[in-house]
């Protein structure tokens, strides 16, 4: 265990001892847990509402969060900085990941998790508008190569196009956003008490969605909007595990990423990140015999390398809101 001030941590800034090879390896485990999320909820869409399973995955994670936050020493006093953030990070971050899970009701997990990835370019974007900072060309190469990637990927107009790749875009978008609040709420508040909020955000969302979608019986040929429309059911006894083990998977893949940036910088370790693309390929095509077609491959690496261009760039630069927060997609998952 690494002595840490926890008033230096919450604010997302390193430990009085840097070890970059733990930080990689507690990484290496979050990109293993995250993909076994996407199995279970692929698994579950035929059967729950996505509400449902956006609940109770909110509910069975909680106490690790609490005991987590307590861990970091930032369960109390709480950190709330600004309400109004709070309230528009949390809501965005929930967005995201309700389109994330729809998306995955109805595409490939390589897919969905490809397009997803684009986060990094729309947090780029958003940042010239709402931080004012200021975009070489370095970075601007990276945002249209990402984009082209996602182009390559979602297929606009083609005969093959699969309206839930737009979803998938959609939370990319909707995540950037979160981040943005991130950055905005800056050392007004802390990891814990943001994951807190937000967890408490979904368990509470995913209860009035249920109760909004409820009794209205929209049939729907489309597996996301049916995975929407879909009413609340009691779990069978291996969906009420399935259940627990999202919520444990959750749990625990954050602990493993809180420690991943209190052992090392964002810089050094969010490339990592991409290595969760070939656990989600291997799970995809292991669990539901899919593989990523040529249009994807190329739209991957389109991604991934402008993603990696902007870690890169921003590196060299010393940006000190990347050594601190970085720009990874799986930094608040």
Known sequence: MVATDP???????????????????????ATTLFPVQDVIIKSLSGDLAVHQIVFWRGLFALPLVVA??????????????????????????????????MALAAIGMAETASITFSTPIFVTILATIFLGERIGWYRWLAVFMGLAGVVVIVQPGAAVFEPAAVLALLAAMAYAISIICTR????RSNGGTMTLFSVIFFILGGGVLGLIFSGLQTASPHPSLAFLYRDWVAPGAMGWLLLMVLGCTSGVGFFALSQTYRLAEASVVTPFEYTYLPWAILWGYLMFGALPGVSTWIGLTLIVGAGLLIVFRETLRGRSVVRRRGLGVLRQR
């Open 7 to 29: 008033n230096t941590m919450a604010r997302g800034g390193g430990t009085s001892e840097s070890r970059p090879l733990f930080g990689i390896l507690w990484l290496l485990l």
């Open 68 to 101: 987590i936050a307590w861990y970091e020493g930032s369960l109390w006093p709480l950190k709330l900085g600004s309400v109004p953030l709070q309230l528009l990070r949390a809501g965005a971050a929930f967005c995201s990941y309700l389109v994330y899970y």
């Open 184 to 187: 905005r709420l800056g050392s």
